[in-house]
């Protein structure tokens, strides 16, 4: 059934008339004959008719074929409208992938990017390190927003944010309110330390590395930024963390920095993808907003 021949129907249905329907879609009486003649011949039955006052009119099976046409040329009104918005990168959908560090802020960002694209379907992922590198090697995570960009797989980078890395205790520590702490007064500390694959751990163990020369510090691993900061605040040792994860705390009085050389330690938030993977309009437009926002959501570089 030739959409062609639908639409020729779907004219004369509504002009009542051979020669106005053929006006209306530009074609000559003979070509709008048979087109309709074609779609008769595969329906095997007559679609039109002459009613009393001489018009042309539908058949009870031209009705029928008539509502089918008018409900196709709807759906290819839509159909064509959403390939106009997914062609614009107005629509579509994109799985964000964030290291576990950037959830305090990571939920703000897709707020204003729904905001900017309201019918782009974003997802977040959250997980550690490796699983996001894992994500966007794979595919399963199209942009993803961390710390230092992976070696493997070789992935386009953008710098989106400052991110810098405090050392905290809690209130009353014996070490706070001093103006310089003595690498000598950690060494009998304990570091809360998040797991392995972790970016935050791999970032701390190689600063612990650096200012103790090789001293086996007294490490506790915990899976999650929230259940070592809590640690922290209930006195169970110090910890290396994004200063995001923990700015209701310092700002409460709760936690306090503790000021050595070389901290803070300062990072960068980047957002990556994959070069080789296809670049649909609506991931593209995702990508150049989390740049533009540089800094301009709460938290970030704060």
Known sequence: MSPRGMRALLAVAEQRSYAAAADVLG??????????????????????????????????????????????????????????AL???????????????????????????????????????VGNRQSVVEGIASGRLDLA??????RMPAVEAAVIAPHPHVLVAPAGHRL??????????????????REEGSGTRILATRWLDRIGEGFPFGQFEMDSNETIKQAVLA?????????????????????????????????????VRLPT??????????WDLVIDLNGAVPMIGG
């Open 27 to 84: 074609l000559t009486a003979p070509a709008l004959h048979a087109r309709i003649r074609a779609l008769e011949n595969t329906l095997g039955c007559p679609l039109l008719c002459r009613a009393e006052d001489g018009r042309s009119e539908l058949t009870e099976i031209g009705r029928r074929v008539a509502q089918a046409a008018g409900d196709i040329d709807v759906q290819l009104a839509r159909m064509a409208e959403d390939v106009a």
């Open 87 to 125: 062609r614009a990168g107005k629509a579509g959908n994109v799985v964000l992938g964030t290291v576990s560090t950037a959830k305090y802020f990571a939920p703000m960002l897709v707020q204003r990017l729904r905001g900017a694209l309201p019918d782009v379907d974003i997802q977040l992922r």
């Open 145 to 150: 927003i961390m710390g230092r960009p992976p």
């Open 176 to 193: 706070v309110g001093l103006s310089e702490v003595p690498v000598a007064e950690l060494y009998g500390e304990t570091f809360l330390v």
């Open 235 to 271: 006195g169970m040792g110090l910890a290396l963390l994004s200063q995001h994860t923990v700015l209701q705390e310092l700002a409460d009085g709760r936690l306090h920095l503790l000021r050595m050389p070389g901290l803070p330690i300062l990072r960068h938030w980047f957002v």
């Open 277 to 286: 993977a296809p670049i649909m309009p609506v991931k593209g437009r995702i």
